[in-house]
């Protein structure tokens, strides 16, 4: 039996590091405990040693294996360490394992995985900084103490999104297992804190009330979205949400059809938490398609959509304005949406895959097919937009765009025309894309087409009311 010791709860690399040794000796996962620091070891274990270091010549894993196992070792299973070397394990044999979401193991890895990204986007969406008077260290002054209780260990992964977003500021985020501290220069790591050890409030938060109090109005929040976004909680770390029950009760009082009417607005913290999420994908270095491309293209549209539209990449005009479907083939799904009767404002729209996948040829960027592996990259940000939009209907436009959405190969030709129900429960339906059309070179095959594109327009539209 092997006692494999890790750091943290987080130590990704030491159990990848630790994993690779085990494979090579070939140690089967039911003759591993794994354990973090000081943890008590399994009473059938024997004495810990170190685990092996990794032998030359180790097998390579997939790409969606590795950012699978980043997330889900943030998790708080218990077992996360022993499931995924069990699955890594299992790898070696039986290599497609990754994509077989049907699996129980992968199902369990993908859902541990998925609590713990949203766990990430709740934080980067409730956590709330106060401003404290700081005389300690060389620099003094004023600093922002924010307190958060995460349900995973997610704190150290999230810490460079908020070093990025508040470089200016010195700020320390306290929780209960770790707390870290950004002086300007340097990120720094302390123990876990206590909810006394983070101030109450301060002048800022007033002035936050206030605005906040002005801009409520229920003709323009979603306020059921965004008390389902915003769990209670969340609600005593933040100082809008003391406002909250007054504020809805006398909206309601005045205008109590308002809420009903909300359906087709922009919802509050929906919309906080899509711009997290949209500024963290403009550094987004999940493939190597960042690398050749200008920018991230993310999604657009209102954040309460109730029809969400998933294309297969951005075009070259796409890349270089920093918008979804605006080149030749946007102009296309425009006008069949018109034809449709669907009102394009209020869908959402965006792309299995964020960055451009092009060949060079002279001057032209000519596009080229993403492939799996860039797919299942991007598979994160569909499902984080999926989780903050909520459609009522998805619809994939191509087969890109339905390999990202479930998961596998689907073929147009065969689910083309019924409702099919996404892992998540939600409805999706399954269509070509705009670009396909125009790539027909004859015009009655390419007229047939577009007609038989519209009629899927109008049937999903009609799905929304």
């Known amino acids: 039996m092997r006692v494999v010791t890790l750091s943290e709860p987080d130590d990704f690399d030491g159990w990848r ?32 040693e170190p685990a092996p270091a990794p032998a030359p010549g180790a097998f ?16 708080s299973d218990p077992e996360r360490f022993a499931l995924l070397y069990t699955l890594l394990f299992r790898l070696r044999r039986e290599p497609k394992l990754i994509e077989d979401r049907a699996d129980p193991l992968v ?10 990204r949203r766990d990430i986007h709740k934080m980067r969406a409730f956590l709330r900084f106060r401003e404290v008077e700081d005389g300690g260290g060389e620099e003094g002054g004023t600093r922002f103490v924010a307190w958060f209780e995460p ?28 707390s870290i501290h950004w002086d300007g220069k340097a990120l720094s790591e302390g123990p876990g804190a206590s909810k006394a050890d983070a101030p109450d409030g301060d002048p800022t938060e007033e002035v936050w009330k206030t605005y906040y109090a002005s801009i409520f109005n229920p003709a323009r929040v979603k306020i059921s979205a965004m008390l389902k976004e915003m769990p209670k909680k969340y609600w005593k770390n933040m100082p809008e949400t003391a406002l909250v029950p007054g504020l809805l009760a006398a909206a309601q009082a005045r205008e109590s059809g308002m809420i009903a ?19 963290e994908a403009a550094g987004c270095t999940r493939c190597p398609l ?20 998933v294309g297969e990449q951005p075009g070259d005009q796409e890349d270089l304005a920093g918008r979804p479907f605006v080149g030749p083939a946007g102009q296309m799904f425009d006008k069949a949406m018109a034809e449709a009767g669907v009102n394009r404002s209020r869908a959402y729209v965006t792309n299995a895959v964020k960055h451009f996948k092009f060949e060079q040829r002279g001057k032209r960027r000519i596009h080229a097919k993403p492939g799996a592996g860039e797919i299942d990259a991007c598979r994160w940000w569909i499902e984080q937009e999926q989780m903050l939009i909520k459609p009522k209907v998805t ?18 030709g065969r689910e083309r025309g019924r409702a099919l129900q996404l892992p998540d429960g939600g409805e999706a339906w399954i269509t070509v894309h705009p670009s396909y059309l125009l790539r027909l070179p004859d015009p009655a095959q390419a007229a047939e087409e577009y007609a038989r594109f519209v009629e899927d327009l109008r049937v999903v539209g009609g799905r929304i009311g």
């Open 17 to 48: 590091d630790a994993a690779r040794g085990l494979i090579a000796e070939d140690v089967a996962p039911d003759d591993v405990v794994w354990q973090v620091g000081d943890e008590p070891v399994d009473l059938f274990a024997t004495v810990a």
């Open 395 to 412: 619809v994939a436009l191509g087969a890109t765009a339905a390999r990202s959405l479930f998961g596998k190969v689907m073929t147009i």
């Open 290 to 309: 960042y690398k050749p491309a200008t920018r991230t293209v993310f999604g657009e549209g209102p954040v309460d959509a109730p029809l969400m539209f």
């Open 261 to 279: 009417k909300a359906r087709d607005t922009v919802g509050g913290n929906s919309l906080i938490a899509w711009e997290a999420l949209r500024d």
């Open 151 to 178: 349900d995973h260990h997610i704190v150290r992964a999230n810490a460079a999104f908020f070093v990025n977003r508040f470089a200016s500021m010195r700020w320390s985020i306290l929780t209960p297992e770790v």
């Open 107 to 116: 199902r369990r890895l993908d859902r541990i995985a998925k609590d713990v």
């Open 60 to 75: 390579s894993v997939p790409r969606a294996f590795l950012d699978l196992a980043r997330s889900a070792i943030l998790g």
